[in-house]
């Protein structure tokens, strides 16, 4: 029986995948898989036989990828599963920011037991207007599954749509439509868009790209919209872009406690991803991460360690290693199986920094010591007979 951990409620949809062969565990320490979307994993021990981490969601900032990797625990994501509803969020947020929508809802509320509230809105209304979205150029930084789909949208809408991702894949390249105008650097939308919104992941390159320099490259009265990951902008500076009007709108996803109360921005509970259609599309592509991984030893979509697609065994056997990247780590494989006179009918390598991964197809099931003879192997990390 195959056991698995929920840190936090997982849409049932997504668990219904598991069949009869998976038992729900509620202590982590005997779960051989975890399914977790926004508890904190960093001080939790992880236990000899967890194999796997499946984060229902992109974001993996929650879970410690390095000492997973480590313990041969491999860790997923799910991109793109929720990337329709952060666009949706996106594309309100370009309305909110064009038009005072917040600024006029709430000043409904403040008069609405006028007895003249609807000649009051009359007269009143003006304070409000804003401006339209269309003719108007948008910069989208980071053309991923959520950026191509912002751009679409928003070139459908009719926007100038400027895209700008030098990694782009060649997936997302051919969902991208012809009208977007690709450029080769973030400084050209700064230079050229009225609005600018950003899909890029946190790492040390992009933490406070959205600063004073780059701010200064921007057109007066710019627009930036965050719903990527809070530490891409720095604060202070926005702040200062904010009160001299050289930003006229910050709409964010990730309000903090410099954010929240500053005028200006608009704040939004981090709600890209909160919607029953994500969570479901997250939980099912979880799931599935999962299954394939313990059944198959397949890897699709892992943070710490290489994707690796072997397909289904049509062997007696699957040996699946977690292992070091370093030298001569296949000879020991081939040698142990040697030694015990067993034939390999298959074996798939690749590596991802310091982390590899191998799986190997034999014709007859090994005897009881195989196993320990590779676990011993200098290097290795786990070990699976599937």
């Known amino acids: 029986m195959i056991k698995y951990n929920c840190l936090n409620p997982i849409a049932k949809v997504g668990l219904s995948l598991f069949t009869d062969q998976y038992e729900k565990e509620d202590d982590i320490k005997n779960a051989d898989a975890v399914l977790v979307r926004s508890a904190s994993m960093h001080e939790m021990e992880l236990p000899d036989q967890l194999k796997a981490v499946a984060r229902a969601g992109a974001g993996v900032n929650n879970i410690p990828l390095d000492a997973c990797a480590e313990k041969g625990i491999v860790v997923f994501n799910t991109p793109g599963a929720n990337a329709n509803g952060v666009k949706e969020l996106v594309i309100a947020g370009l309305l909110l920011a064009s038009r005072d929508i917040v600024g006029g809802v709430n000043w409904v509320q403040e008069i609405k037991d006028e007895e003249t509230v609807a000649k009051l809105v009359e007269k009143g209304k003006k304070k409000f207007a804003g401006r339209e979205i269309q003719g108007k150029k948008l910069g989208v930084i980071g053309l991923g599954a959520i950026g191509v789909l912002v751009a679409n949208a928003a070139n459908r809408l009719g926007m100038q749509v400027y895209g700008c991702d030098p990694y782009i894949s060649v997936e997302h390249a051919w969902n991208l439509s012809r009208d977007i105008k690709a450029v080769k650097t973030n400084d050209e939308i700064y230079k050229e868009c009225d609005y600018i919104t950003i899909h890029v992941p946190l790492v040390d390159s992009t933490k406070k790209m959205i600063n004073a320099d780059t701010i200064a490259k921007m057109k007066d009265g710019v627009v930036i919209l965050n719903f990527a990951r809070d530490l891409l902008v720095d604060d202070e500076a926005m702040e200062a872009a904010l009160a001299s009007g050289k930003v006229a709108k910050y709409v964010t996803d990730f309000p ?38 313990l059944e198959n030893g397949n890897i699709t979509n892992s943070v710490n360690y290489p994707a690796l697609d072997a397909g289904v065994c049509q062997s007696a056997v699957r040996v699946a290693i977690n292992h070091k990247n370093i030298p001569n780590m296949l000879a020991q494989f081939t040698k142990v199986f040697s030694d015990d006179n067993i034939n390999i009918e298959n074996m798939v390598n690749k590596s991802r920094g310091e982390y590899a991964y191998t799986v190997i197809d034999i014709k007859d099931k090994p005897e009881e010591d195989f196993k320990t003879e590779l676990e011993s192997i200098d290097g290795v990390l786990k070990v699976r007979i599937i």
């Open 256 to 293: 903090n406690a410099k954010t929240a109360g500053m005028k200006g921005v608009i704040a939004i509970p981090h709600l890209g991803a909160s919607t029953e259609e994500s969570e479901d599309n997250c939980a099912v592509m979880a799931v599935k991460e999962v299954k394939d991984y």
